[in-house]
């Protein structure tokens, strides 16, 4: 019950005698294998064999297929021709299936609707390259309003951070009150009074708080 309820993937497993070659080791030390070279000649896609140089869409005269539209044509009224002719055909297909299966004309409808939807499938190909300039397009646009948004936002916190630098700097005191002398001495700056006053001989070896308490008791 257990492996019957197990998944199973709907692709095919990965080549892991190649996967287990790409391992950090390895391409930290450049042992992983060499790209494949490009191809210059010929070479096989579904059964089909192609040119390196070849167009990416190629004619209908290079497959060996009868051209139905006229080379200068419009890709809008030509599909819907197609279209219209597909489900002609169609119906004609299903006429004869009802009337007369075992008539030849069938293999010749079956024959003509697939040459109306290579025709039809060619057109939309040829629109491929078009497809990729758009799509190019949008997604450069959309880069492009990414970063204006970003630049905004940044362009926003950085008038903030300006305007707040400018209160701090508008709210500091005047430059008189900056050069005021500090009321109250460091422990550092009293060190050095009474180192001062020791070597001067000056000084009775009492500070002013002591001088305060000594009044104090004096007048008690």
């Given at each position: 019950?257990?492996?019957?309820?197990?998944?199973?993937?709907?692709?095919?497993l990965?080549?892991?005698?190649?996967v287990?070659?790409?391992?950090?080791?390895?391409?930290?030390?450049?042992?992983?294998?060499?790209?494949?070279?490009?191809?210059k000649?010929?070479?096989?896609?579904?059964?089909?064999?192609?040119?390196?140089?070849?167009?990416?869409?190629?004619?209908?005269?290079?497959?060996?297929?009868?051209?139905?539209?006229?080379?200068?044509?419009?890709?809008?009224r030509?599909?819907?021709k197609?279209?219209?002719?597909?489900l002609?055909?169609?119906?004609?297909?299903?006429?004869?299936?009802?009337?007369?299966?075992?008539?030849p004309?069938?293999?010749?409808k079956?024959?003509?609707?697939?040459?109306?939807?290579i025709?039809?499938?060619?057109l939309?190909?040829?629109?491929?390259?078009?497809?990729?300039?758009?799509?190019l397009?949008?997604?450069?646009?959309v880069?492009?309003?990414?970063?204006l948004?970003?630049?905004?936002?940044?362009?926003?916190?950085?008038?903030?951070?300006t305007?707040?630098?400018?209160?701090?700097?508008?709210?500091?005191?005047?430059?008189a009150?900056l050069?005021?002398?500090?009321?109250?001495?460091?422990?550092?700056?009293?060190?050095?009074?009474?180192?001062?006053?020791?070597?001067n001989?000056?000084?009775d070896g009492?500070?002013?708080?002591?001088?305060?308490?000594?009044?104090?008791?004096?007048?008690?």
């Amino acid at each position: 019950m257990a492996e019957a309820s197990q998944g199973v993937s709907s692709l095919p497993l990965p080549p892991m005698q190649f996967v287990n070659l790409y391992t950090d080791e390895n391409i930290r030390m450049g042992r992983v294998p060499r790209p494949p070279p490009p191809i210059k000649d010929t070479y096989s896609s579904f059964g089909q064999l192609f040119q390196a140089d070849d167009a990416i869409i190629r004619p209908l005269e290079s497959q060996g297929l009868r051209r139905l539209y006229p080379q200068n044509y419009d890709h809008k009224r030509e599909l819907k021709k197609l279209n219209q002719s597909i489900l002609a055909n169609f119906l004609d297909l299903l006429d004869i299936l009802i009337k007369s299966p075992e008539s030849p004309k069938r293999a010749e409808k079956i024959g003509d609707l697939n040459l109306l939807f290579i025709h039809m499938h060619h057109l939309i190909n040829e629109f491929r390259p078009h497809q990729a300039r758009e799509t190019l397009r949008v997604m450069m646009e959309v880069q492009k309003r990414q970063r204006l948004e970003t630049a905004d936002r940044f362009q926003i916190h950085l008038d903030k951070v300006t305007e707040m630098l400018q209160n701090c700097v508008t709210s500091l005191p005047q430059d008189a009150a900056l050069n005021t002398p500090l009321l109250v001495k460091t422990e550092n700056e009293q060190m050095e009074g009474d180192g001062h006053e020791q070597q001067n001989g000056t000084g009775d070896g009492l500070d002013e708080r002591d001088k305060m308490m000594c009044d104090i008791i004096d007048s008690m």
